[in-house]
């Protein structure tokens, strides 16, 4: 008797077999090539490509002396350095440019670059983190809704928020303030006592610039290479005629029109992006944070390695806006800028150009996220809806001074009337004069 397994019956064929049955709807992959365009494009683009910026001798949260070995450091106030308060050691952080190549390659990007500081945030990051002393054994815990440093209640270590964790608090780069806290009082007085003649009595009387706070602003810093095309009609003044008189008197021009397309290539080099949301709503009935983008520009190539320990002594907001929620806002100040670098070629259309379509196609971006300095003084005003909440912002590098100061309507309007009674007496003078 033979002990082989017999083969397997063969497997039937024709109709009816079941591999002749047609599979299940949805168990093919879906051709990319049936989809709408923008879904396309979304499925197709590459990942963004990653470069890690986070400096490993600061993963344990501790920023240590190079000298002596002390973690109780602290930002040299007016300049870039890091001071140790045992031996007193200073030492400049390496910048962000020369670290990790930020200022090159500009012109061949491709796609999207991000640093790992500006990854998307995680959904379920949560503010307060904890570290385990390496000094004692303790648990410190920081909040970094508000703070970036602690120390070791036991021991005395100073702890830094140096890790790049997925909650859109710690950046790639800081930029350390150099305007002191009384230059800053300073300016913001200066500036309000320019305008002390119509503020709200009720400022005048609240206010105190040494209640100013300086806060680290996130903001993402932008590369990219951009082509745009916008085109137009463009009118050439040929003649110009009035008809009538006195109070029927109008004037008439004729104009030629033309058809007007342009297109350029450039590149942007650190374009700033608030990425707080709070920041960027621009809201003027409730707010007046349009004031902070008129102290820019920031010398953001100054930018050093993330660490902690330049935030001693200073507030910060965290980043709540990832590159994707961004890239509309992106897109508007680039062609912003196309409109900008076409100006000169126009110039012929003395009636100027009104733009009706605009396109835009970006190459290439590169993305990293930063802490960019601002001394910042606040005064709510109540009234409707909330009331309006007023700033004044002081540029932490430059001292460049912008503000909103509430001021008492009547003595505008009053101020309005008499200068226009005076300016209207003038004008009847010189009338009179002439005839």
């Keep these: ?148 440093t602690a120390r070791c209640h036991w021991c005395r270590h100073v702890f830094g928020v140096n890790e790049q964790v997925a909650n859109g608090a710690v950046p790639d780069a800081v930029l350390p303030f150099h305007i002191k806290k009384d230059d800053a009082v300073a300016r913001i007085r200066q500036f309000v006592d320019k305008r002390r003649l119509f503020a709200l009595k009720a400022f005048k009387e609240q206010f105190t610039p040494e209640n100013v706070v300086g806060v680290y602003l996130p903001y993402m810093i932008v590369d990219g290479k951009v082509s745009a095309a916008v085109a137009g009609q463009g009118e050439i003044e040929t003649r110009r005629y009035t008809t009538g008189s006195g109070d029927k008197k109008k004037t008439y021009y004729d104009a030629d029109v033309y058809q007007v397309e342009r297109q350029v290539d450039f590149t942007v080099d650190d374009l700033t992006l608030e990425s707080s949301s709070e920041r960027g709503n621009l809201d003027t009935r409730a707010n007046t944070n349009n004031i902070i983008n008129t102290i820019l520009p920031f010398d953001t190539k100054n930018a050093v390695k993330w660490n902690a320990s330049y935030l001693a002594g200073y507030s910060s907001e965290k980043r709540d806006l990832d590159v994707e929620q961004l890239r509309p806002r992106l897109e508007d100040q680039l062609l912003s800028i196309a409109r900008a670098q076409v100006l000169e070629s126009v110039e012929q259309y003395d009636r100027g150009v009104r733009w009706e379509r605009e396109g835009i196609t970006i190459h290439g971006t590169r993305w990293v ?67």
């Design 1 to 148: 008797m033979s002990n082989a397994i017999p083969p397997p019956p063969p497997r039937p064929s024709g109709p009816g077999s079941p591999q002749d049955v047609p599979p299940p709807p949805g168990s093919f992959p879906i051709d990319p090539a049936t989809l709408p365009k923008a879904i396309r494009d979304e499925i197709e683009a590459p990942d963004p490509v990653a470069i890690d910026t986070s400096a490993a001798e600061l993963k344990d949260g501790l920023n240590h002396c190079p000298k002596c070995g002390a973690t109780d450091i602290r930002h040299k106030a007016g300049s870039d350095l890091l001071i140790c308060a045992y031996c007193r050691n200073e030492w400049h952080g390496a910048r962000v440019e020369e670290e990790f190549g930020f200022g090159e390659g500009i012109e061949d990007l491709s796609g999207t670059v991000v640093a790992s500081g500006a990854r998307d945030i995680a959904a379920d990051a949560a503010s307060l983190m904890s570290f385990k002393c390496t000094g004692c054994g303790a648990e410190v815990t920081v909040n970094t809704e508000s703070a970036m």
């Design 369 to 435: 996220a930063m802490y960019l300095p601002v001394w910042l003084y606040s005064y709510h005003q109540p009234g409707k809806n909330g009331g309006m909440l007023h700033y004044i912002a002081v540029n932490g590098r430059t001292g460049e001074t912008m503000g909103s100061v509430p001021v008492q309507q009547w003595k505008l309007i009053t101020a309005a009337l008499t200068v226009g009674t005076f300016v209207e007496g003038i004008a009847l003078w010189i009338l009179a004069t002439q005839s």
